[in-house]
Nanobody, 119 residues
Framework: VQLVESGGGLVQAGGSLRLSCAAS????????MAWYRQAPGRKRELVAE???????NYGDAVKGRFTITRDNAKDTVYLQMNSLKPEDTAVYYC??????????????WGQGTQVTVSS
């Protein structure tokens, strides 16, 4: 399984970015997809996740500002980030959770994309 993130960069506070994560080597429509982030010196934290049915959950810090969506036809999950704050600065990682097909559930991570929000 390969997950390739893109869309990170430098943006001013109040601005927007859209992250993409393209998946391959997995049955994407069967996977729960999620975005995590990790800032320097901090633990990796859940930003948002989306189920196979399109139901989304968000971390408290991003509720109302970020939106996760998925396109099963393109095997891609997106994270629209609005009203960005300096505290959103982190490396953002895509994660795919495959269902248990008898060998136990499996999860996979992308390599991460840097998001930097300047004040």
């Amino acid at each position: 399984v390969q997950l390739v993130e893109s869309g990170g960069g430098l943006v001013q506070a109040g601005g927007s970015l859209r992250l993409s994560c393209a998946a391959s080597g997995t049955i994407f429509s069967d996977d729960i997809m999620a975005w995590y982030r990790q800032a320097p010196g901090r633990k990796r934290e859940l930003v948002a996740e989306i189920t196979t049915y399109g139901s989304a959950n968000y971390g408290d810090a991003v509720k109302g500002r970020f939106t996760i969506t998925r396109d099963n036809a393109k095997d891609t999950v997106y994270l629209q980030m609005n009203s960005l704050k300096p505290e959103d600065t982190a490396v953002y990682y895509c994660r795919a959770d495959e269902p248990d097909r008898g060998g136990g559930p499996l999860n996979f991570w992308g390599q991460g994309t840097q998001v930097t929000v300047s004040s």
